[in-house]
């Protein structure tokens, strides 16, 4: 019972926030847009955390099968292009660098997603955005 008092509290609570907002309830789209580009970057960044202590252990980055395998990533990225909340994840390996990019994705399942690319190698490190199509080395910084 109280659990259904908390979950009624917190729709009660998004409904009202949502509906005092200039943007109404067509605001609720574009913050959890927002959310999923922020959930995005750090995915991005936990990745290339894990390519980083694949490579110091094993002498070579890998792809996310070799990377799930290895223990750095979970279950979620056993897939050749794992889709993660509203996010595909592509990733190039080889034994000396790597390249990964992030493209928002509609599904069904996830019907809200934000709408930057991102794109990060091994040479700095740093998360590259693209409003409008894959990212690449050449974009702006996330964060610019």
Do not use: W
């Not at 609570?13 to 959310?35: H, Q």
């Not at 792809?63 to 056993?78: C, I, M, P, V």
């Not at 990733?91 to 493209?103: I, K, R």
Request: net charge negative.
């Amino acid at each position: 019972m109280m659990r259904r008092l908390v979950l009624l509290g917190l729709l009660v609570s998004v409904v009202t926030l949502a509906s005092c907002s200039s943007g109404g309830l067509g605001a609720l789209p574009k913050a959890m847009g927002a959310a999923d580009e922020i959930s995005a970057i750090q995915t991005v960044h936990t990745i290339a955390t894990a390519e980083n202590q694949l490579k110091a252990v094993r002498g070579s980055y890998g792809d996310f099968e070799t990377l799930t395998q290895a223990g750095y990533l979970d279950s979620r990225f056993a897939s050749r292009t794992p889709d993660v909340q509203g996010y595909r994840f592509t990733l190039s390996a080889s034994d000396a660098e790597f390249t990964l990019n992030a493209d928002p994705q509609v599904t069904e399942a996830h019907p809200t997603t934000g709408i930057r690319h991102f794109y990060l190698d091994n040479s700095d490190n740093a998360v590259h955005a693209n409003p409008t199509q894959a990212a690449s080395k050449t974009d702006p910084l996330a964060g610019s």
